[in-house]
C-alpha cells in the first residue's frame, strides 16, 4: 500500500530562516538549541536545511550551540532499558571505545545536532558524556574548557552560554530538554554520584552532582507563567520558545530550592545517562535505549 502524502507544512531553508527572524532571533547572538525535526513538518532538505535556516538567521557573527550528548559512555550496570547480562559488565568496561569528540556519535539528541556536529568548521567540547558542539566566531569561547568532571555545572558551556548572554531557541522540543535548568542545579544543595565510564587510559569512575530532568516540565510551565522573558511562536508546525539562558537558570535555582528537596534529588550513578532518552537533551535515571 502507497504512503499518504505529508500534510506539511512544507518548511524551507528560507521559510525557517524567516520565521526564526519574526520570533527574534538576532543575527550575530549566541543561539543554544534544543530541537526536533520532526516537530516542524515536512522540511525539505530535512536536517541540513533546519542548520542552514538557523545559520542564516543568526548571520555570520552569530554562533549556534547544541547539546551533543553521549550517554551511553557509562556503566553498563546501570543500564535498564534494556539492561544486559551481568556476565557481560566486565567485558562492556574494558572494550568500550573512549569518548573522541572528532568520531563519536551523539545520542539521543536528535538528528540536528548531530548534524550541527558533522558540520565543516565545528567544534566540539571534551567531556565525554555531555558534550556541546558548535559552530560560529565564538565556538572557541562557549566550548573551550569543559572539564571532565563536570558534565553541566560551572566549568561547562552552559556557564559561558550564562556569561556570554546567549539564549535558548527551543525547537519543537519541551522545557524537559532543557540543559540549562541543570545548571541551577548545581547552585543548589546536590547529591553527589560515583559515575563510571571508559576513558584513555581505561574504565575510569569519577564524583559528579547529581542531575535529572525530572520535574523540569513543570519547571518551564512555572518559569514561562511568572517571567516575561519566553517568547512564544509557531516555526515551522513546530511550537518554538526563546529565552536567556541567564533567566532560565536563575529561575531554576529558586524554583528546585523551593520544590525540589535533597532527598527528592535521585541518585544517579550512570555517567550521564542523556543519550538514552528519546527526547532530546532530556536526563533521566538508569535508562538506556
Known amino acids: 500500500m502507497p504512503k499518504p502524502p505529508p500534510t506539511g507544512p512544507l518548511v524551507t531553508r ?15 547572538e549566541i543561539l543554544l538549541v534544543h530541537s526536533s525535526l520532526s516537530a516542524l513538518g515536512w ?28 550517554g551511553d559512555l557509562s556503566d ?11 556476565d557481560w ?30 558540520w565543516p568548521g565545528a567544534r566540539r567540547s571534551a567531556h565525554p558524556q555531555t558534550s556541546f558542539a558548535a559552530t560560529g566566531p565564538r565556538a572557541h569561547a562557549v566550548l573551550d574548557g569543559h572539564a571532565p568532571d563536570c558534565r553541566l555545572g560551572e566549568h561547562s558551556p552552559l556557564a559561558r552560554l ?26 543548589v544543595p546536590s547529591p553527589l554520584v560515583r559515575v563510571g565510564r571508559p576513558g584513555p587510559d581505561g574504565w575510569e569512575v569519577v564524583t559528579e552532582v547529581s542531575i535529572t530532568s525530572d520535574r523540569f516540565d513543570e519547571l518551564g510551565y512555572d518559569f514561562e507563567r511568572d517571567e516575561a522573558v519566553v517568547v512564544r511562536g509557531k516555526v515551522g508546525a513546530a ?16 524554583w528546585l530550592t523551593l520544590h525540589r528537596s535533597r532527598e ?3 541518585q544517579i550513578a550512570l555517567g550521564g545517562d542523556p543519550g538514552g532518552d528519546p527526547a532530546p537533551g532530556r536526563l533521566r535515571r ?3 535505549t
Do not use: K
Not at 76 to 86: D, F, G, I
Open 239 to 254: 511550537d518554538a520558545r526563546l529565552f536567556p539562558v541567564a533567566d532560565a537558570v536563575r529561575y531554576a535555582q529558586r
Open 162 to 187: 550564562e556569561a556570554l548572554h546567549a539564549r535558548v531557541l527551543l525547537l519543537g522540543a519541551g522545557y524537559d530538554t532543557c540543559t540549562s535548568f541543570h545548571l541551577a542545579e548545581y547552585r
Open 286 to 288: 538508569g535508562r538506556r
Open 89 to 118: 559488565w566486565d567485558t562492556i568496561r574494558a572494550t568500550m571505545p573512549a569518548y573522541d569528540p572528532l568520531v563519536t556519535p551523539s545520542r539521543g539528541v536528535g538528528v540536528i545536532p548531530e548534524t550541527v556536529r558533522t
Open 43 to 70: 522540511v525539505c532538505g530535512g536536517p541540513v536545511a533546519v542548520v542552514q535556516g538557523l545559520l542564516d538567521a543568526l548571520g555570520p557573527d552569530g554562533t549556534l550551540v547544541v547539546p551533543t550528548q553521549t
Open 264 to 266: 527528592d534529588t535521585p
Open 14 to 28: 528560507e521559510t525557517l530562516a524567516g520565521e526564526l527572524r519574526e520570533l527574534g532571533v538576532r543575527s550575530g
Open 76 to 86: 553498563p550496570a546501570v543500564w535498564s532499558n534494556p539492561p544486559v547480562p551481568e
